[in-house]
């Protein structure tokens, strides 16, 4: 059964940085996309970044670019979202999800297996 879990999530000031976990279990990354997402209180879930380790292709949303990275660690079956420069409004709950194929996309259509989330507050 594919699964994932979400962690690294917290309060952190402007400004700050957080690293999050998506640790994945009964599948390996090869010819899947993993996806980070987001949803604020009251807002659409958004698609954040995106990762294709066969691809070696990664994506992010404009909003991130230059301070999020993605990354994946195969030996350990995680992939790691790096969020610096945090501002409030990144404040969601943060989501990863999985795609099978090596096709970049952050619509959260096209993946299944979602996480349960974790919380990132931002404090202004």
């Known amino acids: 059964e594919v699964q994932v879990v979400e962690s690294g999530g917290g309060l952190v000031q402007a400004g700050g940085s957080l690293r999050l976990s998506c640790a994945a279990s009964?599948?390996?990354?090869?010819?899947?996309?993993i996806g980070w997402f987001r949803q604020a209180p009251g807002k659409e879930r958004e698609g954040v970044s995106c990762?294709?380790?066969?691809?070696?292709?990664?994506y992010y949303v404009d909003s991130v670019k230059g301070r999020f990275t993605i990354s994946s660690d195969n030996a350990k079956n995680t992939v790691y979202l790096q969020m610096n420069r945090l501002k409030f409004e990144d404040t969601a709950v943060y989501y990863c999800?999985?795609?099978?194929?090596?096709?970049?996309?952050?619509?959260?259509?096209?993946?299944?297996?979602w996480g349960q989330g974790t919380q990132v507050t931002v404090s202004s």
């Open positions: 990762i294709s380790s066969s691809a070696g292709t990664t």
């Open positions: 009964g599948f390996t990354f090869d010819g899947y996309v």
């Open positions: 999800a999985v795609r099978r194929g090596v096709v970049i996309t952050l619509d959260p259509r096209d993946f299944g297996s």
